[in-house]
């Protein structure tokens, strides 16, 4: 069912940049590249999402690869409130369904 | 404002006793989803619903049943519940239509079984 694969865990210290890489090797044409992250005891909540471009929000930046076969999350200066399990999802186009991977659990050192 | 509410926050039912856990949507998404989080793992899709649509997946035991009287609730019903069902149960809407088509998760419902 989950077709992304991601480390399972990393640490940033406060304020530094965090990469969180997800490989999606199997993606199709018309699958959107989402982001999700889950604070604990929370529901998750939406951070991103792309095609083919990088994107940039308020939360956080996507660089996803030209071949569209990995992406990479980036917060550009992690919080303690950003310490959470991040997942990376692909939406299909047409489909419904709408499953998690194992997700990458962030850890932030003051 | 909570989009999607679930209630109760937390739920204690007895072994094989039949609960329901509950879930509303303000944002008129016409999917809806239920999942279950066991500790220290990620979601697991139990069902949707496109509309009146139900869509089961395979490996979701038939313990597990729910209903959609009309788009803005939707319940999850726990016929005879186990130890092993203890869990977060995460409800989820999403729009069709929507390019983007993000979801938006409630807070979950934690439940014990006793």
């Known amino acids: 069912d989950a077709k992304t694969t991601q480390p399972n865990s990393m640490e940033s210290n406060e304020e530094e940049p965090v990469h969180l890489p997800c490989n999606h090797s199997?993606?199709?044409?018309?699958?959107?590249i989402h982001w999700y992250r889950q604070l604990p005891s929370q529901g998750p909540e939406y951070v991103i999402h792309?095609?083919?471009s990088n994107v940039n929000n308020r939360m956080a930046s996507l660089a996803i690869a030209e071949d569209r076969k990995s992406s990479t999350l980036i917060l550009h200066r992690a919080t303690l409130r950003d310490a959470a399990v991040y997942y990376c999802?692909?939406?299909?186009?047409?489909?419904?369904?709408?499953?998690f991977g194992t997700g990458t659990s962030l850890t932030v050192i003051p | 404002d909570a989009m999607v509410i679930q209630n109760p926050r937390y739920q204690v039912t007895q072994f094989g006793k039949p609960v329901t856990l509950s879930c509303s949507q303000t944002?008129?998404?016409?999917?809806m989803y239920w999942y279950q989080q066991k500790s220290s793992q990620a979601p697991k899709l139990l069902f949707h619903?496109?509309?009146?649509?139900?869509?089961n997946e395979a490996d979701t035991p038939d313990n597990f049943q729910s209903r959609r009287p009309n788009t803005s609730f939707c319940f999850l019903d726990i016929r005879s519940p186990g130890l092993g069902d203890a869990a977060m149960y995460l409800c989820?809407?999403?729009?069709?239509?929507?390019?983007?088509?993000?979801?938006?998760f409630g807070q979950g419902t934690r439940l014990t079984v006793v």
């Open positions: 989820a809407t999403s729009r069709v239509g929507d390019r983007a088509r993000e979801a938006f």
């Open positions: 999802i692909l939406r299909t186009f047409t489909g419904n369904q709408f499953y």
């Open positions: 944002l008129n998404h016409n999917v």
């Open positions: 199997t993606i199709s044409g018309t699958d959107y």
């Open positions: 792309g095609l083919t």
């Open positions: 619903y496109y509309d009146k649509d139900f869509n």
